[in-house]
């Protein structure tokens, strides 16, 4: 067994293999993945979260040096806003907002300080679902799903600890699923997704001093019900996640309806930010919605479903619509899944889509992450060799942050592609996503139908 004797191996040495390793990594690393697990029927206090780098060769993941990094609350949800370097995770089991600094050499995550912050009053089983950072980096707005509000909290730009708006929480409708905010960094949208089936999207103003929301006028907005889809006990829609995108004329609004499965795009006022629905919806969807997003960078949306191929999921592919952003299926839509796919996001750069694969009881919810190598002329998704990768128990969201030598500067000298010919249709014509509360399959019903679905607490929603 080779020995390292103290004598040959200098402090001077060390720091050259340091110095050695960090360029490498760095030569190697497209950017990184970060994966929530929720820690499956374990109990209280073994949720954490899984980091990878992004192999700058063969596009695959390799575990960050320190993952997974411990998160005892019980995350949900998480949220990276890359000009700040800073993560934000919704922790369900405990009330609390964890929040991490992000290496930009690593991908490692160190607690900042006061991490986690409890949502007040503590222990008042809020239960924080899903979380969003702005454009800017300034704000965090959380889902709190039994408490049906949204909360704000102002971001320290040195340090990342969160202070609360004044005013929060603010009043959301029933159950919110998830959170987002609009690419202008204006206003907050919270669907909500109330288990007899009148969902609604709630629509905020943020006041860009501090945070602080306030109802746009109009909202909340209604999710249609298309009376001719049966569902017990009686027809309905369920709206999980909500994201944005630009469009010629503005801003548009897409909305995984998970009851329905649909999804539903509505055009945002950029005034006021208040919704219409598009001529263009509903959009049927081949499976039941978890999760829907849309890169800036990109004019594709992606939707993770776990149905109707249960256990094993899919992701749909959708080309949007410059002018209208309505949606189009790009080809070969949907692609193949791991089991349960539950969150999904694109990466800065639009190249890469990755899915958290929450598993089944079939697996006892051993979950992994896939990851897919975008097509930039068409959207179309191809699994990255070695995907799916393995990841925590109950995996629930996914997010990325950019590579060590993708700084802010370059990023934004980026020019964004142009978009295929096929995408400049007519306009009479016929995407920092935020992951829905996670629901879970009980193992006792297989039917969707008939409720196969429960949520991670003790709520039965279907």
Known sequence: MFKLRKSSFSSCSLCLLCAAAETTLQAQSAGFVYVTNGGGNSGPGVGSISAYSIDNQTSALLPVLGSPFPDPGGPSSIAVNPKVRFAYVANRGDDTISAYSISGTTGALTPVPGSPFPQDPAGSNEMPVSVAVDPAGKFVFVANYNYRTVRAYQIDQNTGALTQSPGSPF????????????????FVYVANGYHNGNGTVSAYSIEQSTGSLTPVPGSPFSVPI????????????????????????????????????????????????????????????????????????????YASNSYPSYPTGSVAGYTIDTVTGSLTAVPG???????????????????????????????????????????????????????????????TSVATAPGPSSTTGDRQKRRRPDPPAKRRTNANTNTNAATPFVFRDSGARQSPKAGALRSTGTLPFI
């Open 171 to 186: 009043p959301a409708g029933i159950n919110p699923q998830s959170v987002t905010v609009d690419l202008s960094g204006k």
């Open 226 to 301: 298309d009376t001719t889809k049966p569902r017990f006990p009686a027809p309905g829609s369920m709206p999980v996640s909500v994201t944005t995108h630009a469009t010629a004329t503005g801003q548009a609004l897409y909305v995984a309806d998970s009851f329905q499965n649909y999804i539903w795009e509505y055009l945002i006022e950029g005034m006021t930010g208040a919704l219409a629905l598009s001529p263009a919806s509903p959009l049927s969807m081949p499976g039941g919605p978890y999760c829907v997003t849309a890169n800036s960078n990109s004019y594709f949306l």
């Open 333 to 395: 839509s949907p692609f193949v899944g791991g089991p349960v796919p539950v969150g999904v996001t694109v990466d800065l750069a639009g190249r890469f889509v990755f899915t958290a694969n929450q598993g089944s009881y079939l697996t006892n919810y051993s979950g992994t992450v896939s990851a897919y190598a975008v097509d930039a002329n068409t959207g179309a998704l191809t699994p990255v060799p070695g995907s799916p990768f393995a990841a925590g128990l109950e995996p």
